[in-house]
């Protein structure tokens, strides 16, 4: 192998121009990274910036010569713009058919009716929001009342919210384990169903405990990279919401975070202490969850300024034989109308010491590549029926 360690590390949303069928989702026009620049100023990034992210964008950041990494843009084969469809397809997974979601309408009262048999609560809400606006509006009535607060979002899942006092978070996995099965029917399938903790006395200072956050997601719908890996006795260590979105398959050892920057100190510490080779995959969730969703460009500008400053720590303790790959799993365009993720590109941003004539490189089909780059390195194959060509460049 020519690399021991690999460092897959999603800047969740950080897209960077729309999909050629961006129309189809409404979409036209977008582009993360760009809007971000535009709106909120340039981007302090310099280790970005060596990088080579100036490639993806015409403003903002120099263009440079980067000859110790690959740079390219990424498209989606897959029909979808969310979290799972994006991971998945990394790993070789094509989805034809785009996770359902219930953001205009909420759930059907069918399904809520059913959940409050079975769990023997009521619920109150079952709408789109965003998870701190809810609490503001429904947590004390929550707790009057000890009804769980349900929720969706722009992406296909199913929320359940409660307060660790009125309901023991150890409950209300046990709920949402029975709204899993529930959800598992076609008429209310979600790609994920997530259990939503929260502390506080009053809607003035209640806070979501992200360390308890639990994701019961459904089990990919075919053989990943992952899984090829793990088969061969190869570490697969994921970072964050990456063993969630996985349902734990294929995944060796699995590390939850509080937030990107914990995210980061885990990756840090794995990469300064860990010595097994193989794939470690890192999801970093705020750039979506608290700046792409809440449309707020300039603390998403802010996020990407301090995970630069992480990222060059990181860089500094690689070894010469460590490839770290740099990507995203779908756009947030935080300009765009409404809160939903947007059908953009992503970028992808290869370093290792071992690189010597780096630059950019060609549009690629899918995000599969980086599974089937990973594959390669580690001398396996990817079957048949997973998508995915090898980045010959890197090797």
């Known amino acids: 192998m020519k690399y021991k360690r690999i460092f897959v590390i999603v800047m969740d949303s950080l897209g960077v121009g729309e999909m050629t069928d961006a129309a189809v989702f409404h979409d036209q026009g977008s582009n993360t990274l760009k809007h971000i620049i535009e709106k909120a100023g340039p981007i302090n990034a310099p280790t970005l910036e060596k990088l080579g992210i100036g490639d993806f964008v015409d403003i903002g950041f120099k263009k440079v010569n980067h000859p110790n990494s690959f740079t390219c843009v990424l498209k989606e084969t897959s029909k979808g713009k969310d979290t799972m469809t994006g991971h998945w397809e990394m790993m070789g997974i094509n989805t034809t058919k785009p996770f359902q979601t219930f953001t205009d309408t909420g759930f059907p009262q069918s399904l809520v009716d059913e959940l409050s048999k079975k769990t023997g609560y009521k619920f109150i809400g079952n709408y789109a929001s965003s998870g701190t606006k809810i609490l503001e509006v429904l947590g004390e009535q929550h707790m009057r009342d000890k009804s769980l607060i349900l929720y969706t979002s722009s992406d296909s899942v199913l929320q359940i919210a409660a307060h660790e006092e009125i309901v023991p978070v150890k409950e209300l996995y046990r709920i949402c384990e029975i709204a899993r099965e529930i959800c598992m029917k076609p008429d209310y399938f979600v790609g994920r169903i997530i259990a939503r903790p929260f502390v506080g006395k009053d809607k003035h200072n209640f806070k979501r405990v992200t360390a308890d956050r639990h994701d019961i997601a459904v089990s990919p719908s075919g053989i990943t990279a992952l899984d090829i890996l793990k088969e061969n006795k190869i570490l697969t260590l994921g970072v964050g919401k990456i063993g969630d979105i996985f349902n734990q398959q294929g995944i060796t050892k699995s590390i939850k975070s509080k937030n990107n920057e914990d995210g980061m100190n885990i990756t840090i510490n794995e990469l300064k202490i860990n010595p097994c080779n193989g794939l470690y995959f890192v999801n970093l969730v705020e750039f979506d969850s608290e700046y792409g969703h809440r449309r707020n460009a300039p603390g998403y500008k802010k996020c990407i300024e301090d995970f ?88």
């Open 308 to 395: 630069d400053k992480q990222l060059n720590i990181f860089v500094n303790n690689m070894k010469d034989d460590d490839l770290l790959i740099l990507t995203a799993d779908h756009g947030n365009d935080p300009t765009m109308p409404g809160s939903d993720h947007t059908r953009e590109t992503v970028p992808f941003i290869a370093f290792s010491p071992l690189i010597n004539d780096g630059r950019n490189l060609m549009t690629r089909e899918s995000f599969a590549d980086i599974g089937a780059s990973v594959l390669y390195n580690f001398k396996l194959n990817k079957k048949p029926t997973m998508l995915g060509n090898y980045i010959k460049e890197l090797f």
